[in-house]
C-alpha cells in the first residue's frame, strides 16, 4: 500500500502511547458535556418550519371554493348571495397572519359586483401536543370594501328595477332609479362587515381550520412571524444549542421547508442518544456495539469540517479524542445520499487507531436518520383532510441541515 492511500485512509492518529488521561476524570468530563443545560431563549430559532402562502393559498382557495353561495339581505335589494372566489395570505404583524378575501355577490347567477375583505388570524401553539392551529372565522375579518367594476352600478340598478312590481317599475324615472342604487350600494358599504361576518364566515371555521403539527423538538419559545410569501415558524429549543437561524429567502414554490442550525442538528442526536433511539457506544472500527469501547457524543462548529464527533474511551486504556468533518446531503428522485468529506482526528488525548473518515461518516449517517425523522414528523391538516408530507430536498452546510417537504393532498379521514 502506498504512502498517499494510508494518508487518504487517515488510518492512525496517535498521541501519547502509554496510560492516556485518567478515566475518572474522562468520565466526568463527558458526564458534564451530556448534561449541559440548555441556554435562555437568544438570537434567532434553531428550527425553523416556513409554509409558502402560496401553499397556504391553494389549499384554502380549493376548501373555500366547495363551499355553497351562501344567501344574504341587502336593503333595496332582497335576498342575494355571497359565493368566495379567492383567498390570498398576506403578510402581518408578529404573531399574526393576514389574508385577502374575495367575493362575488350575486344575482342568480348573474355577477353584480364584488367585495373584497381583509381578515388576521393569530395562530395558536399548543407546546404540549406541539400543534399549530388557526381558522378564518367571523373574529378575523378586519374591515370589508365593495369592488365595483364600470359596469356593477348598471348591474344593480337592473336587478333592483327587476324586483319592483310592474306599476312601480313602469313609473319608475331613471333619476330615482340611481338614487335607489346608491342607496343599496350604500346600504352595503356600511352594513357589509356584519353581513359578512356573522353571515358568511361562520361557514368557513370548519374547512379552513389549519392544523400543523410542529417537528418533534423539545420547546422552550415559538416564534410566529410572517415574510414576504412564506408563514415563519421559529422554534426555540429546549436544548443546550448555540447561535440560531439567520434570515433566510422564500422557500421553493410551494415546498414546506424545515431548516435547523447544525447545532440544532448535533443536540437532537445527542438527546437520541441520551433515550436510547440512536447508538451512542460503538467499536473502534465505527460499528455501532451497546458494548463498544468508544462512546460518542456531537457537536457543530460554524468553520472547517463543522460536524464532530467527540468520543470517550472511560475504560482500560482510557482516551478522549475529536474528530471533524464536513457533511453533504443530496437528494434526487426522493432519496437522499449522505456523503462525507475531509475527516480527520483534530485532537486526542491518549491513544486511538481508526480510520477517521469512514468511522465519522457511519455517525453522519446515524444523524441525520434522527434529522430526517423530526423534520418528517410534520402533520399538515386542513379541516376533514389529512395531507401527506414527504422529504424531495435536503442540503447541509456549515450553517445546519434544510430539508424540503412536498404536500401530496388525500381524501378526509
Avoid at 37 to 63: H, I, K, Q, S
Avoid at 320 to 329: E, K, V, W, Y
Avoid at 373 to 380: G, N, P, S, Y
Wanted: proline share 8%.
Amino acid at each position: 500500500m502506498t504512502a498517499a492511500r494510508c494518508l487518504l485512509l487517515a488510518l492512525v492518529a496517535l498521541a501519547g502511547w502509554g496510560c492516556g488521561p485518567a478515566c475518572s476524570t474522562l468520565a466526568a468530563e463527558r458526564g458534564a458535556y451530556l448534561t449541559r443545560p440548555a441556554g435562555p431563549p437568544a438570537g434567532g430559532p434553531d428550527v425553523a418550519l416556513d409554509v409558502p402562502f402560496a401553499l397556504l393559498d391553494a389549499l384554502l382557495a380549493a376548501e373555500v371554493a366547495a363551499l355553497p353561495p351562501v344567501p344574504v339581505p341587502i336593503p333595496g335589494m332582497g335576498r342575494l348571495t355571497l359565493a368566495a372566489r379567492s383567498v390570498r395570505a398576506r403578510p402581518a404583524p408578529d404573531d399574526h397572519l393576514g389574508f385577502t378575501l374575495d367575493f362575488d355577490v350575486r344575482d342568480g347567477d348573474r355577477v353584480l359586483f364584488g367585495l373584497a375583505a381583509d381578515a388576521e388570524v393569530r395562530p395558536e401553539v399548543d407546546a404540549r401536543t406541539g400543534h399549530l392551529r388557526f381558522a378564518l372565522g367571523p373574529e378575523a375579518l378586519r374591515q370589508i370594501a365593495p369592488r365595483l367594476g364600470p359596469e356593477a352600478g348598471d348591474a344593480v340598478a337592473r336587478a333592483i328595477r327587476e324586483r319592483l312590481p310592474p306599476l312601480v317599475r313602469a313609473a319608475l324615472t331613471r333619476d330615482r332609479l340611481r338614487t335607489l342604487t346608491d342607496k343599496a350600494l350604500g346600504a352595503l358599504t356600511t352594513g357589509g362587515y356584519a353581513l359578512l361576518r356573522d353571515h358568511v364566515l361562520v361557514h368557513f371555521v370548519a374547512p379552513t381550520q389549519v392544523d400543523l403539527g410542529l417537528p418533534p423538538v423539545p420547546l422552550a419559545r415559538v416564534e410566529i412571524h410572517t415574510r414576504v410569501g412564506w408563514l415563519e415558524v421559529g422554534l426555540h429549543a429546549d436544548l443546550p444549542t448555540e447561535g440560531g437561524l439567520a434570515a433566510a429567502s422564500p422557500p421553493p414554490g410551494r415546498q414546506v421547508r424545515v431548516r435547523l442550525t447544525g447545532s440544532a442538528v448535533a443536540e437532537l442526536a445527542n438527546a437520541a442518544i441520551a433515550r436510547g433511539e440512536m447508538p451512542g457506544r460503538y467499536t473502534e472500527k465505527g460499528k455501532a456495539d451497546p458494548q463498544g469501547p468508544l462512546q460518542a457524543a456531537l457537536a457543530w462548529e460554524r468553520g472547517d469540517r463543522p460536524l464532530k464527533a467527540l468520543l470517550w474511551r472511560t475504560e482500560g486504556t482510557c482516551m478522549t479524542a475529536r474528530i471533524g468533518g464536513t457533511p453533504s446531503l443530496q437528494a434526487a428522485r426522493r432519496q437522499v445520499t449522505v456523503r462525507l468529506a475531509d475527516g480527520r482526528v483534530e485532537d486526542v488525548q491518549g491513544s486511538l487507531l481508526i480510520q477517521a473518515g469512514a468511522w465519522l461518516k457511519g455517525l453522519w449517517d446515524q444523524t441525520f436518520t434522527v434529522t430526517r425523522t423530526v423534520a418528517a414528523e410534520t402533520r399538515l391538516a386542513l379541516g376533514a383532510r389529512r395531507l401527506t408530507l414527504g422529504v424531495v430536498d435536503a442540503r447541509a452546510d456549515a450553517d445546519g441541515v434544510t430539508l424540503g417537504l412536498d404536500v401530496q393532498t388525500g381524501p378526509a379521514k
